[in-house]
């Protein structure tokens, strides 16, 4: 009986090391894995209050969320143009928080015709904005209005504080929200931002930066940078390797620089 308790003891202690050793190599490779990676789910981010951003629209394809973008008016959305390059047909998703729920009263809409800035190319992604004119005129309601844009060409100052928000991946590689998240992030100075990215990526006169603690990630593109009550910024791209990166800030279209081209194929700005 002394025997049976001996090596009992002993094997208890055996499994206790080797379960140390797990979980100091485990977190030796999360350790790795964090310091290995910083791209355009919300990172670090919290779940938004349900409607609270009734502006917000899930662009899909073949219903699968695969882009963010907004309400600019009863009948057109702005999200990011590179989010139809391999998608030629989209839909759009209004009024949702839960993209799994079926029963909030959310409204599915085809695209009448799509308005790709013509500068932007798949090469680059300068001019990375595109309209999608709706088959119909959106029924506003408390889940689905439009959010303003700018009314003239102008510049967002430096350390003014905004938001994001999507249901993009929470983490590099990680899991897609169902829920809609959201952020605070500072808007960053555009020279810093050009050093960082070079002037071949970055240009200060049609894209801007984002920094904080939360940031956007793959499925965010296309969405809004609010500051104040007013979408200033479409989310275009970042560090391809890692979410949220400190080395390479979030990179927005500016709006304001774009003002004559969606005048044109809206006939107004709200």
Partial sequence: MLLEHILLAVYIGNALYYICKIIIFTGTIITLFLSARVNVGIVNGREAKPHSRPYMVSVQTKEHHMCGGFLISD??????AHCRNNSPV?????????????????VRFTVDSYHQHPDF??????????????EKKVQLNDNIKWISIPAKEGDIEAGS???IAGWGLLETNGKRSDHLMETNVTVMNNMECESKWGKDDFSTSQMMC?????????????GPLVCGDTAVGVTSFGDPD?????????????????????????????
């Fill in 121 to 134: 190319t798949m090469e680059s992604f300068h001019n990375d904005i595109l309209l999608l004119k709706l």
């Fill in 242 to 270: 890692l979410c949220n990166s400190l080395k390479l800030p979030e990179v927005y279209i500016k709006i304001a620089a774009y003002i004559p081209w969606i005048k044109k194929i809206t006939g107004n700005v709200n």
């Fill in 161 to 163: 504080v905004c938001s």
């Fill in 75 to 80: 009948r057109f959305v702005m999200t990011a």
């Fill in 90 to 106: 989209l839909t759009v998703v209004l009024g949702a928080h839960d993209l799994r729920k079926k029963s909030e009263n959310s």
């Fill in 210 to 222: 984002v920094y904080g603690n939360g940031g956007s990630c793959d499925g965010d593109s296309g």
